[in-house]
């Protein structure tokens, strides 16, 4: 009725701009109901990346590296820059140049494996660089997550010891703004394998992050491995292996000669 009582002209003025307002409502409904980028198939394994830690060569993950490939992965050992001494931010950006590369040449999505600090790298990349929609599984190795007493030594001593020695330190900024949300966010699985020997990584419960899937080594086999020993150590590598398989992560369900046979391949 209303629209009856109205010029011809101000009529089509007020159903030209209904019809705009039932644009403007169904393109904001479809944008909406858009599905976001989609996380990796958990069944479907990637390529690895090996992350060494702080001024760890390449080479100290060579054997676990040549274990995946026996298993027919594709893997990627990461030479980190300035010798894995520089801004764990820095590594980051090169963890994600790997990514890239990878994803360039096909891979829909990678497994990530830290030593040391390259787990705190691992973490720096999945937070900044999309890692939710491109890592399947995130596996770290001894990482000094909440910092270790060692790199805060060194800094003290040293008046500052740079880089990711003094980012390193508990109560770092780097690792405070790491942690102040979800230590392990959606679309990765995580596993944590720490040593209670470690005396590097001090206290070696640093290596715990909330959410991920926490293996202290020697509820799974006692003995005194070092954070030297992890990447090679036999239970660490079948552990690993289980982690980056097809199935789901989950607490060991196995014994300790289970997991060193299947390291040992």
Do not use: F, K
């Amino acid at each position: 009725m209303l629209l009856a009582a109205l010029s011809p002209r101000r009529r089509a003025l007020v159903l030209a701009l209904a019809g705009l307002v039932v644009v403007a409502l169904l393109a904001g409904l479809a944008a909406a109901v858009r599905p976001g980028p989609a996380r990796p198939d958990q069944a479907v394994p990637g390529p690895v990346v090996l992350v060494p830690g702080y001024g760890g060569s390449p080479a100290g993950l060579q054997p676990l590296a040549a274990r995946l490939r026996a298993d027919a992965r594709r893997v990627v050992v990461l030479d980190l820059p300035d010798g894995g001494r520089g801004d764990l931010r820095e590594q980051a950006d090169a963890l994600d140049d790997a990514v890239g590369r990878l994803e360039s040449e096909g891979a829909s999505s990678v497994d990530v494996v830290g030593y040391s600090a390259g787990g705190v790298t691992a973490r720096l990349w999945a937070s900044g660089h999309d890692g939710e929609h491109r890592a399947r599984r995130i596996v770290t190795l001894g990482s000094p997550h909440h910092g270790t007493t060692a790199a805060a030594e060194a800094d003290a001593a040293v008046g500052g010891c740079g880089g990711a020695c003094s980012q390193l330190a508990p109560g770092s900024r780097l690792l405070a703004t790491l942690n102040e949300g979800d230590e392990t966010p959606e679309g990765p699985q995580w596993l944590a394998v720490w040593t209670a020997a470690d005396a590097t990584v001090t206290p070696p419960e640093s290596g715990r992050l909330d959410g991920a899937v926490n293996v202290r080594l020697q509820d799974v086999c006692p003995g005194q491995v070092s954070h030297g020993e992890l990447p090679r150590d036999l239970a660490v590598v079948g552990l690993v292996l289980t982690a980056l398989s097809a199935e789901p992560i989950g607490p060991p369900r196995e014994g300790c000669a289970a997991y060193r046979a299947r390291g040992r391949g």
